[in-house]
């Protein structure tokens, strides 16, 4: 047997000035975002930001349900809004923020698995890596260049052909 070992990179901002301002501005739509959240149960909202390589920038947020099942991601309603919206359009960037008042977020919140999986299927389709900028209840900002580094052995759509 042979023991494979995975890494991932991803760089720290201490504060928000350190950005370029079109990362800054995303960010600041995405919080937009974030304030409208309809998280009744949880509490727990999320805000998500998506800059298109067009430069048309797109919002969601988290959206719950009575029925949990029944909610979705904010993550996946800004990708699936662009997508819908100008088909074929390569995502550049995509900026996830989450706050609560039950407890502190002290590092950024990261997307779950099934927001993970839809921007690596828009990434695989653009053929290029989607920046992705995420951000807390505190100044932690955290950038990861591509989605590999957030799903290392994702499951693409090319292995469901022969």
Known sequence: MITHKLTVAYTEASQLSQLEDEDIKLLKEAWEACDSAYAPYSQFHVGAAVRLANDLIFKGNNQENAA??????????????AS?????????????VAKTKIFNLAVPVTPCGACRQVIAEYETLAGKPIRIILQGNSEKIWIIDGIANLLPLMFHGGDLKK
């Open 68 to 81: 949990y099942p029944s909610g979705i991601c904010a993550e996946r309603v800004a990708v699936f809004s």
């Open 84 to 96: 819908a919206t100008n088909p074929g359009v390569q995502i550049k960037t995509i900026a996830v």
